[in-house]
């Protein structure tokens, strides 16, 4: 998967102190569990994204935060306050939603005035305060008009505007660019990354697009099952996934169940269940130890996944002097992407690899006899999911 320019971390204004604080939070609907019992710390100032694919609870998560949603067990804390039996609209935070839920009926002005009309806020303030949401979304020359008169991107920034204009401590954002085109969601991902430095809020942003929250997030969380999986900045979530779903959720990746044949002391020997011998550096701790200070494995040798991302192999027609990892294969498909060239290659195995090379050359023909190898330390190997 191509990635966008991640943050600049250099920039970011995270604070030590929390936000938010889930703790031991489950969620049962009709028997079933939707969320499993996370624990989640949010800090001051974060680019937080919950990440996962459709039903895994990452939506209902954001909703327990709001108030929309009250646990079946545990607590959710907010600047350190427990938020049991607190309404939506007491607790310090806003949401976006993906369909920006905004009134057509009311001007831009007074869709954003909306909540503040209620809270009777006075008349000078008011003009201060929406002005101000306004001008935060390059949204002012559109105060008079309707929101039928509006793009979807246009219509995003009112929606932005109405959730700040309140100044929350915290800012949720439901899915908030699914319902946009390809090319004004790219605009809107840097508008949102914008802002967010630029008032330092806490963002907590719930999505299904790894490219989205790989760019735009200080750390993520990601969630599979009700439950999460990892938490960590995009690159350790990208580079080191600590689970196999990760690896395969996160990015492109060639991923080879196999079990461990001998663990040594600056490697893992893997025998695939294709018959493939692949070296692997441990990066990870194994079954609980440092696999790099284990001893030989016992005779119920343990499953393994190996993760192997496209742009680390490489294809080529010989072989390498260092024959580790080096496999033979017939190619079998060509994706010319223009920046970098996609190649899948079967091997004699029966096994298909995806690699993905920087476009420097011609391509290569269909049905070329090709060489795929790859480092010992390009390979992760992953315990196999409980």
Sequence with gaps: MSQTATRDQSVSKTDTRLDVELRKVFKVYNGETAVRGIDLDIHQGEFFSILGPSGCGKTTTLRMIAGFEDPSGGEVMIRGKSMVGVPPYKRPVNTVFQSYALFGHLTVWDNVAFSLR???????????????????????????????????????????????????????????????????????????????????????????????????????AVMNNGKIEQIGTPSEIYEHPQTAFVADFIGDTNLLKGRIESIHAETLQIVTDSGLRILAKPKTHWNGSNASEAESPNSDASEAFISIRPEKVHCGLSAPADSINCYEGKLKHVMYLGTHISYQVDLETGDRITVLQPNRSSLMDLGTSVYVYWAAEDCLALAPQE
């Design 118 to 220: 209620l809270k009777s806020c006075g008349n000078a303030e008011l003009r201060e305060r929406v002005g101000d949401a306004l001008r935060l979304v390059k949204m002012s020359d559109f105060a008079r008009r309707f929101p039928a008169q509006l793009s979807g991107g246009q219509q995003q920034r009112v929606a932005l505007a109405r959730a700040l204009v309140n100044h929350p401590t915290v800012l949720l954002l439901d899915e908030p660019l699914g319902a946009l085109d390809l090319k004004l969601r790219k605009e809107m991902q840097t508008e949102l990354s914008h802002l967010h430095r630029e008032l330092g809020l806490t963002f907590v942003m719930v999505t299904h697009d790894q490219e989205e929250a790989l760019s735009l997030s200080d750390r993520i």
